[in-house]
């Protein structure tokens, strides 16, 4: 498949519960991000991994955590969430700050629908 | 902090006529800014984007004005059509850093038959 990916695309679980969402892109891209869309709220961006920087949003709970082993995946850790914490959860990739060459234009997965009971 | 301030939150027109949205940001580092549509229930998708060193852009029926000294830029979409209802997203970026990523709060755009 080929753009951005994301699984599992829905996702329940209950609040002492450990998942992981996985992102994986196929666009070439040195950026992934992890962002959070609720309900008549901007994009949240949650964190950054690139080539050129790591950026941990420090507004976001210890409960997620992400993982980027390679710049093609990404994941989202979660452990006891909180209902407050459904949301959509949106991976993006772009292509960044190297080689002279920049422009950050945002490629979306199709996200994973997480609710928390 | 920084931030992007997008109005109106909701917007209703008659089909055929225009849309206007319109937005503003704060972070004088910014010199990309894309504009997302997010149709229901699916990702958001680049529709059009401008960069810092120009003033206008089209794409059929759809147009960016940016006015950097203002620090705003605003959607125009023309001749508007059922499919063009959805949340309209627009952004502020900075080139030079990955994080420096502010998205608006959203337009919902509906087209009334």
């Known amino acids: 498949e080929t753009g951005v990916t994301q699984t599992p695309r829905h996702l329940v679980m209950g609040m002492t519960n450990k998942k992981s969402l996985k992102c994986e892109q196929h666009l070439g891209h040195n950026a992934m991000y992890w962002y959070k869309q609720s309900a008549k709220k901007p994009l949240e961006l949650m964190f950054v991994y690139s080539l050129e920087e790591r950026v941990e949003n420090n507004s976001v709970p210890s409960r997620f955590s992400p993982e980027c082993p390679n710049s093609s995946h990404l994941f989202l850790h979660l452990h006891t969430l909180q209902p407050e914490d459904s949301a959509l959860y949106l991976c993006?990739?772009?292509?960044?700050?190297?080689?002279?060459?920049?422009?950050?234009?945002?490629?979306f997965g199709p996200g994973t629908r997480l609710t928390v009971l | 902090g920084e931030n992007v301030e997008q109005h109106p939150s909701t917007l209703s027109v008659q089909e055929g006529d225009s849309a206007v949205i319109k937005c503003t940001y704060s972070d004088s580092a910014s010199n990309y800014f894309p504009w997302y549509k997010q149709e229901l229930g699916k990702r958001p998708q680049l529709i059009i984007d401008i960069r810092s060193n120009v003033g206008e852009k089209k794409d059929q029926r759809i147009a960016v004005t940016l006015n950097k000294t203002a620090k705003h830029f605003s959607l125009h979409i023309t001749e508007t059509q059922p499919e063009d209802s959805a949340v309209y997203f627009c952004?502020?970026?900075?080139?030079?850093?990955?994080?420096?990523?502010?998205f608006g709060s959203g337009t919902r755009l509906s087209i009334r038959p």
């Open positions: 993006a990739s772009s292509q960044t700050g190297t080689s002279g060459i920049s422009y950050n234009e945002q490629f």
């Open positions: 952004a502020a970026i900075a080139y030079s850093s990955a994080s420096k990523i502010i």
